[in-house]
């Protein structure tokens, strides 16, 4: 856990706080994170950061990726490597890609 060094506990602190965001649980939960927090020698708040960006991190890069089977994959490479003239569709939707629908995260939506 790249926070649990100084230095990760430094940049956690000096990153400007102007959310507040509120969660509800139970004891149970609260008092793991409590004891988890001191045992990593982190504050709560440090440690539920720490553990939402990890998480979300986790998530996202799995959802960035595409994954393929190796059947698809020689697929893909046959079709890279070969070199074919775009057709209008094709050529359409490069334009519209290149005009630019990205979400603020620049991840293309059709």
Do not use: W
């Not at 230095?7 to 959310?19: F, L, V």
């Not at 190796?70 to 359409?92: H, K, Q």
Request: a negative charge.
């Amino acid at each position: 856990m790249a926070a649990n060094t100084e230095a990760g506990r430094a940049a956690a602190r000096s990153r400007r706080k102007d959310i507040q965001f509120s969660i509800r649980t139970d004891s149970d939960t609260k008092a793991r994170a409590a004891r988890a927090a001191e045992a990593a020698r982190m504050t709560l708040t440090e440690f539920v950061e720490t553990a939402v960006r990890e998480r979300a991190d986790e998530v996202l890069a799995r959802h960035d990726q595409i994954l393929l089977t190796d059947r698809d994959f020689l697929l893909f490479e046959e079709l890279m490597i070969r070199a074919v003239e775009p057709n209008d569709l094709v050529r359409a939707e490069a334009a519209e890609f290149n005009q630019g629908r990205f979400d603020a995260l620049g991840r293309y939506h059709c």
